[in-house]
């Protein structure tokens, strides 16, 4: 039930690529993953950074925005202690394919996609 907030709430999806074991998560590759062109606009962010929004209700939230926050930072927490190296890879322009990756305990990369909106 939860959804990546941005001007369009988009669902979190898994996404795991086994073939990547002995690669290097740098910007090349991280590209390819996301079938995007080389030049697309790329940015690589550290996860707390990214969530920092989601995290933390605000003063005024109700009950359900104070229940997605906590849910948002157990996604947070579970990320950190089921992945290795978990970051934010942002690719695109005004549509953003957000890819949440790190490595899994055999080695291949797993983590989350979603994608924002920002106008």
């Known amino acids: ?3 990546m907030m941005s001007e369009t709430d988009a669902p979190f999806e898994f996404y795991h690529a086994a073939n990547l074991r002995d690669r290097k998560l740098d910007k090349d590759t991280v590209i ?3 079938a995007m062109p080389a030049d697309y606009p790329f940015e690589e962010l550290e996860l ?10 605000r003063k005024d ?11 948002v930072d157990d996604l947070e927490k579970k990320l950190h202690e089921v992945l290795e190296d978990v970051k934010v890879y942002r690719i695109g322009e005004t549509q953003k394919l ?3 990756l790190g490595r899994a305990p ?8 979603t994608m924002v909106v920002e106008t």
């Open 98 to 100: 957000v890819l949440i």
């Open 106 to 113: 055999g080695g291949e990369v797993a983590g989350l996609k």
């Open 61 to 71: 939230a109700d009950e359900e925005g104070r229940q997605q926050a906590s849910r």
């Open 48 to 57: 707390g950074y990214f969530l920092r929004n989601m995290t933390h209700a």
């Open 1 to 3: 039930g939860l959804v």
């Open 32 to 34: 390819k993953l996301a």
